[in-house]
């Protein structure tokens, strides 16, 4: 939940500050009010509380059902970006199906810790995906 809570919070958050401090060279201005909160059916977005909070901020919720890739199509194809142009660079993926991922071992080729990770994606997204031209 706690989770869930900051990530809205980021959401409305100019995070260049952080970017910076972690070495990226743009800024990452992005952050501000929104219409709607879309989210997947994860527990963490169940609580009152987090409802709550949304509602609290003026915005709607929207909660495709579980299940259903294709009501949640833009974050769908974000994470094929994601997969293709940033973690292709990583041992230990978990790749995007059961069938796709086969006999391989994840957890035993795994070669970086969710820190390494969590910096690795955010320059990765405004260093690169901001700065490279898209449809979005």
Known sequence: MKSAM??????TRDKTEMARRIGCQ???PQGGTMETVAVDSAVYFAPRSFRVAVNDMGNDL????AGEAPWRGF???FFGTFAHQMFNYFNGRTWGSVAAKGDYDSEANAAAVADQVAECIIRWAVDGYHN???SG
């Open 6 to 11: 900051t990530i809205l919070e980021m959401a």
């Open 26 to 28: 743009s800024p990452w």
């Open 62 to 65: 929207f909660l495709p059902p």
């Open 75 to 77: 974050i769908e194809r």
């Open 132 to 134: 490279t031209p898209h």
